[in-house]
């Protein structure tokens, strides 16, 4: 099979396509995990009402918790 031919290409773009959608899934499913996990461990505080009332502390442990989990999947991926 020629490497450089139109069905290596469409191939490799499939396969590109395919582990986008597994990046994509396995992210969503990853934070998703982590937030639900850091509700149920921090039970004294409701970050969500805390967040809406402008609390920039609370905001950003959830960023940075959505920045360390995506760089866990990115890692495994």
Not at 1 to 8: H, Q, S, T, V, Y
Not at 69 to 77: A, P
Request: aromatic fraction near 12%.
């Amino acid at each position: 099979m020629d490497p450089f031919g139109l069905n290596a290409t469409l191939l490799n773009y499939l396969r590109a396509l395919g582990w986008s959608i597994v990046a994509a899934v396995g992210f969503s499913l990853g934070i998703g995990l982590a937030i639900k996990v850091f509700d149920w461990l921090s039970t004294g505080i409701d970050e969500w009402e805390e967040i809406k009332k402008g609390n920039m502390g609370v905001s950003l442990i959830f960023v940075s918790l959505i920045v360390m989990v995506g760089v866990l999947i990115f890692k495994v991926i």
